[in-house]
């Protein structure tokens, strides 16, 4: 029987700082390009309705973020993201719970029938959570040089056995 230790909430005015101080504290250009959906980077304070953003909470802590963009106009797919803000909170299987929260919602909510995602190979700590998760290597894209300098494939993870009972 697991215990549930997060929760995750929708992105709401106010989140924004929170998000901010997190790109300033810690440097998360070895590990992932972007560490926010594309309509906060362009410094909207609202997701559109081809984004969806949780804050993840640990208590009365937000913790980080996941995100479903790209979403289809059929709403049948949509690419997930997730950034946790502070190294204190890797390594204790937190990711893994709030990506599986994140895709309880597409499955069970939205009616995805495909989640997918992109991370760096080098990423391992990443891979091993959407492992978890139910992903599965989909493709793996030509090494290419990244803003930090490094060297690596960029793979695409999908979600399998999209059934309800693992989620």
């Not at 929760?7 to 005015?13: E, F, M, N």
């Not at 926010?36 to 362009?42: C, F, H």
């Not at 996941?66 to 502070?86: C, P, V």
Request: proline share 5%; net charge neutral; charged share 25%.
């Amino acid at each position: 029987m697991s215990v549930e230790r997060l929760s995750i909430r929708p992105y709401g005015p106010g989140d924004l700082p929170v998000w901010e101080q997190w790109e300033l504290e810690t440097d998360f250009s070895p590990y992932i390009t972007h560490t926010r959906p594309a309509i906060l980077e362009r410094e909207e304070d609202r997701p559109s309705t081809e984004t969806l953003i949780w804050m993840v909470e640990v208590g009365d802590l937000t913790i980080g973020a996941a995100w479903l963009e790209d979403i289809s106009q059929g709403r049948t797919r949509a690419r997930l993201s997730i950034l946790l803000g502070h190294p204190r909170w890797w390594d204790q299987g937190l990711g893994t719970e709030a990506v599986r929260k994140v895709c309880n919602y597409g499955i069970f909510h939205m009616g995805l029938v495909e989640i997918f995602l992109h991370v760096r190979e080098l990423n391992k700590r990443a891979i091993r959570c959407f492992q978890k998760a139910g992903f599965v290597v989909d493709e793996v894209f030509p090494r290419r040089r990244f803003p930090d300098g490094s060297i690596q494939h960029s793979i695409r993870m999908k979600l399998v056995n999209l059934n309800r009972g693992q989620y």
